[in-house]
């Protein structure tokens, strides 16, 4: 026997706010406007240089030095740049200049660098601030070692290339800059005092051969020698 009672109509959901249906309406709400994020990412997409780096650099060195094994390849694992201020305890207005100006050059926020221990000769007292460092890693690495060889290095005054006997024995390549002018992040308006840096980059061999033949593909223009291409 079919059922002859009649269903109840459906109440209808009053208006909220701004005509908006009151009920269920509140999550999805909630939900839509946490889909977007308009926060900045810290990267977006590969560096161009570490898209060379895998595509093209891998296959020659492991073919340049007969490497059967993937996990032999080198890479580059970190780039550190380091600046000494021995005057740091006397002008900290410097040193906050200087922490300034490698923020802008790497994009990455620098740490302090403190002494250990007290010398009395040169007047330095343990956890006196004595310089700036900046470690790099990954995208923003790739980023700066590709701004550093097109940008900054043709900026560099009389310039005859880098040195190729900087190599620790270990795969580590260590150099220093005169001037921290040459990059061109830096005002020149805002200059507190002019100084150098030095600059590590540390590979994943121990052998110099194998680092000098990943910088060199890289594009590192070594004394005396014509720099790589990079496509």
Known sequence: MADTKEKAPAQEKKPGKGGAPQGGGKGKDKCAAGAVDHTPKAKEGTPRLQEYYQQTVRPRLAKEFGLTNSHQIPRVEKIVLNVGMGDASKNPKQLEAAVEELGAITGQKATVTRAKKAIANFGLRAGMPVGAFVTLRGARMYEFLDRFITLAIPRIRD??????????????????????????EIDYDKVEKIHGMDITIVTSTTRDDLAMGLLRELGWP???ETPQRVA
């Open 159 to 184: 310039f005859r290339g880098l040195p190729n006997r900087s190599f620790d024995g270990r795969g580590n390549y260590t150099f220093g800059i005169k001037e921290q002018m040459i990059f061109p």
């Open 222 to 224: 070594f004394r005396g």
